[in-house]
Structure formats: C-alpha cells, structure tokens
C-alpha cells in the first residue's frame, strides 16, 4: 500500500481498495463450492436459501476505520447485510443513506424500540420478555440468538419456551437464529464444537416445532477463517478480516481459509529533535536513561490518540524506514523515540505507527503483544481526533 504524506499532526490512511479485497477474500471463502458440507451440514440450511451471504460488521465506527466510509465500500461490492452493536450507529448509518439491512447486536436500550422501527433496523432479541416489547412497537422482523456457552448474551430457553414465546407474538416475524463463539481459534479447547453442537440441537427442537428462520448465523472472522463442522451457515459475521486481520490460531489448526491485508496506516510527525547526553532521564516518572548520548524524536501522538501507555518503554515504531524504540513514557499528546540510528530524521518528517515503511512493517497485532492487548483494541482505542483519509 502506498501512502502519500498528509498535513495532519496523526491521522489514519484507509484503503477503500484494501477493504474491498478483503471482503471479497471472505466472500469467495464461503461461496458455493467452498463452503462444502462439512461446514454447511445440509440439515440446518434454511430451505431457499443458496449460498452465504456475508453481514459486514462494521460496529465501532468499523473498528476504527469509519463505520459509513466502510459500508459505502461495502455495499459497492454488492453486499446485502452490515452489522453494528448500537441503535445510535443503525440510526448514523441510514442519516448517511447507507439502505442495506442493518443488524443491532449489542441490545436495545428501554427509548430505542420507536428508532428501531423508523429506521428500518434489525434488532437482535437476547431474551424472550423482549418478544412483545417488540412486537408492541411494530417492528416487523427481529433475529434471535441463542446463548450456547460464550455466557454473555443470547437466551438460554428451552426450545419449548422459545417455539412458546414466539407463537405469542405472531405479528412479529423472528427471520434469523443467531449464535456467537468464544473461542473460535483455540482448537485445543472443545468449546467451539460444543457451542456448534448446542446450537444445531437447539435449531433442530426449534423446527420440529414449527419454528424455522429463514436465516441462521454465527461464524465471525476466527470461525470463517479456520473452519469446524457446522460453523458456516446462511450467513457469517465478519469484522476483524475485513479490516486485515485474522487472530493467529491456538492448537491443530487448518490453515486459514482466505488471506487479508491490514487496510490502515497510522502516522503521526515529528515535533522536536534533539541530542540528549547520556544519563539524561525522558519522561514523566524518568523511566527511560540514556546509556549513551542519543538523538531524541518527539512526535506528535499520544494515548489521547489511541497510542497505548503500555507501550511506554517497550514499543516501536517505523521511523526514517527503520524500527525506532519508544524511550520513557508515552504521555498524553507526545511519545519520545530514539533516533540515534536514523540522524537524518527532522522536525516535520513522518513516522509510521502502523503501517509500512519500505520492508519494514508494524501491524496491530505486534503492537497488541508488546502492548498486553488485543488487535482489536488497538484499532478501536485510534482516537476521534486522529484525522481519517482515505484513499482508493
Ligand atoms: C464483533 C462481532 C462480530 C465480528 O467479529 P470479528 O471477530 O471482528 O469478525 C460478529 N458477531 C458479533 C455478535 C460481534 O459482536
């Protein structure tokens, strides 16, 4: 990915052509052909229904890389469904003009129920009392999941219940089963193929008595990536592989089904240069002394820019095309680099924190280990202040 130099202190470079790639790799993953019966058993495929569709998850704001730019590159490649955890960002979303179905995942709060209906969004149920709630406020259609031992949301009735409730309100039309792993990459754990197991049982009681959804779903990006019998239904969830990113697997996983590029770059520029003698002290706290006499970069980024504090004194990042550590601790507007092997370097030139300089490249996930966390958290904790663009 080429990257042109920006006027803004930190900002985030999005490829438009990058995401786009990436959700075809998904797509074609799960398309008729690929995706073979053993990670579609025939029975739970929903009748009509002829190959997986792909819901977009593009919740927080797509994980950092701007939740309407993402779903105009989405639904330009065609896509039918995108997903977000909130009614606020169903309701940003339609203000953009964005017309595809849209899934809530996250709940709905007590004085969201009248935006549900007006803006044609798609509520997913997580217990059954909200049935009615729904049903009462009109809106035509919502998805049901099922808790089937990630122990977070989804309702853990019996089918009975569940075919009960459901006959109570006939007004309101459940149009999806729904489910959610966790732990779709740890394949020395037997979580994953009991939460599948749960699930198809509880799907087959469901249709024995009258209850069939027309749609099913409960892969994300782990569960498209490495497959497991049963996983992939009439739809799959993605977020994370859209955006570049597939979580690397735990035990005797299959190699992974498709391959994704990261569509973000993250740069920000250097403030201040200076030459430090050795034994001078960087930082609140003086954490960092140098050995030596160094060459100091302050740049222009911080942890109110989504840069982690724990990267303090333990991170990296790309500067003048080679890996410059982080020195002391990184503070709220500012983080310190050694420069001393790159002298060239001088107030104004840009830095990469994410991204690729020559053959040198940093990605969230080596900045999620060093930092104790998860790539997600890093795509998602780049702050609203860090300008976005974009490019195609
Ligand atoms: C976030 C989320 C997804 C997408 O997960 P990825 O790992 O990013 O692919 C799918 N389903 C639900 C319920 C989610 O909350």
């Known amino acids: 990915m080429k990257s042109v130099s920006r006027n803004a ?31 579609r058993p025939p029975v739970l495929q929903p009748p009509g229904s002829s190959e997986p569709g792909v819901i977009g998850v593009v919740k927080a704001d797509a994980y950092g890389h701007g ?25 940003a979303l339609r203000s953009a003009g964005i017309s595809q179905r849209i899934l809530v995942m996250a709940g709905v ?101 009258g209850v069939q959804p027309s749609l099913m779903h409960f892969a994300s990006t782990n569960a498209i990536a490495y497959p497991r019998p049963g996983a992939w239904l009439s739809l799959v969830r993605p977020g994370h592989a859209i955006y570049g990113y597939v979580s690397p697997a735990r035990g005797p996983a299959p190699p992974a089904t498709f391959q994704v590029q990261p569509a973000l770059q993250w740069k920000t520029h250097i403030v201040a240069v200076k030459d430090v003698p050795s034994g001078a002290r960087v930082g609140y706290g003086g954490s960092w002394k140098a050995e030596n006499p160094t060459r100091l ?28 550590p982080i020195v002391g601790t990184v503070s709220m507007d500012l983080t310190t680099i050694d420069i001393t092997q790159s002298p060239q370097l001088r107030p104004g030139d840009e830095v ?41």
């Not at 780049?382 to 300008?387: L, P, W």
Request: hydrophobic share 45%; glycine share 6%; with cysteine.
């Open 109 to 209: 709060m007590p004085w969201e129920f009248e935006a549900v209906r007006e803006q044609n969004l798609t509520p997913v149920v997580h217990s059954l009392h909200e049935l009615p709630r729904f049903a009462e406020a009109r809106v035509p259609r919502v998805h049901l999941k099922l808790d089937t031992g990630m122990d977070r949301l989804g309702t853990l009735a019996e089918a009975s219940q569940i075919a009960a409730a459901i006959a109570k309100t006939p007004e309101l039309t459940v149009e999806g089963l729904l489910s959610h792993f966790a732990s779709a990459t740890d394949f020395s754990s037997n979580q994953t193929p009991e939460q599948i197991r749960l699930f198809h049982e509880r799907a087959a009681a469901l249709r024995s008595l």
């Open 67 to 91: 939740a309407i730019e993402v779903a105009r590159v989405l639904a330009r490649e065609g896509i039918e469904w995108l997903a977000v955890s909130s009614v606020d960002e169903g309701v």
């Open 9 to 39: 202190r930190c900002y985030v470079e999005i490829s438009r052509s990058v995401i786009a790639a990436n959700y075809r790799a998904v797509r074609d993953a799960v398309a008729p052909g690929r995706a073979t019966e053993a990670h």
């Open 297 to 324: 970069a302050i740049l222009a980024a911080g942890y109110a820019d989504g840069v982690p504090h724990r990267l303090s004194n333990k991170g990296k990042v790309i500067a003048g095309g080679r890996l410059a």
């Open 352 to 392: 990469t924190l994410l991204g690729t300089e020559g053959d040198v490249s940093l990605d969230a996930q080596q900045l999620a280990k060093t930092a104790g966390t998860i790539s997600y958290n890093i795509l998602c904790s780049i702050s609203a202040r860090v300008r976005r663009f974009y490019t195609d």
